[in-house]
């Protein structure tokens, strides 16, 4: 582990940080990685994060912040320039989660965020109630699980990219998210990106590099 290679110049090259996938690494990877990313003067920010872990990590890093629900835990705070301002938007309760991890690492970019929640297609009135603020947005991250056809009604209705971020939400035919998948890639409606089953942090950074061209 102590050859880990930091990718210290990834903000220069890409205008993005490097984010580290937390899931699957230890304590002692994450610690050790967390403190070379300071070390070397760039943002530590680890994605998938665990409550059980933040916990332990914080021993390590004072001034550290976590955020329960997207599970982003930050080593130090960061300052980014403020810019324009995304719509994330959740079909679901369920799809909450993924929401908030594209929410909390857009706002940790120096990106302004407004989020609407559980305003999917089987109550569809819900989002024509906050369809004149959802309008106003630069870019729409648009999260869904079930048959996912949430990113499709809002590409017909606003102006904005939309990127659309499939969930692992749904029953046993959902296939882990493979329906939303599949609805999203197949929409008519064009002006619609598709990322990755779950990756709020990929939906994050595309809006935030469309925001900074």
Do not use: H, W
Request: hydrophobic share 45%.
């Amino acid at each position: 582990m102590s050859n880990y290679k930091i990718d210290s110049d990834r903000m220069a090259r890409t205008g993005v940080p490097e984010i580290i996938f937390g899931e699957t690494k230890s304590i002692d990877q994450l610690v050790m990685i967390l403190k070379e990313m300071i070390r070397k003067k760039v943002p530590a920010i680890a994605s998938r994060v665990s409550p059980e872990k933040a916990e332990r990590l914080k021993d390590f890093f004072p001034k550290s912040e976590y955020f329960k629900t997207a599970k982003i835990f930050m080593a130090q705070k960061i300052k980014f320039s403020k810019t324009k301002k995304v719509a994330v938007v959740a079909a679901g309760t369920s799809d909450v989660d993924i929401a908030e991890e594209a929410r909390v690492l857009l706002e940790v970019l120096g990106c302004g965020t407004e989020s609407f929640y559980d305003v999917g297609v089987a109550g569809i009135q819900r989002l024509f109630k906050v369809l004149p603020k959802i309008r106003k947005a630069k870019v729409v991250v648009v999260v869904a699980g079930m048959e996912g056809a949430l990113p499709s009604v809002l590409a017909g209705l606003v102006k904005a990219p939309i990127i659309a971020v499939p969930t692992a939400v749904g029953y046993g035919t959902g296939l882990g998210g493979f329906s939303s998948l599949l609805t999203m890639l197949n929409t008519c409606a064009p002006g619609v990106t598709v990322v990755n089953i779950d990756n709020g942090v990929g939906a994050a950074i595309s809006a935030y590099k469309i925001l900074n061209v």
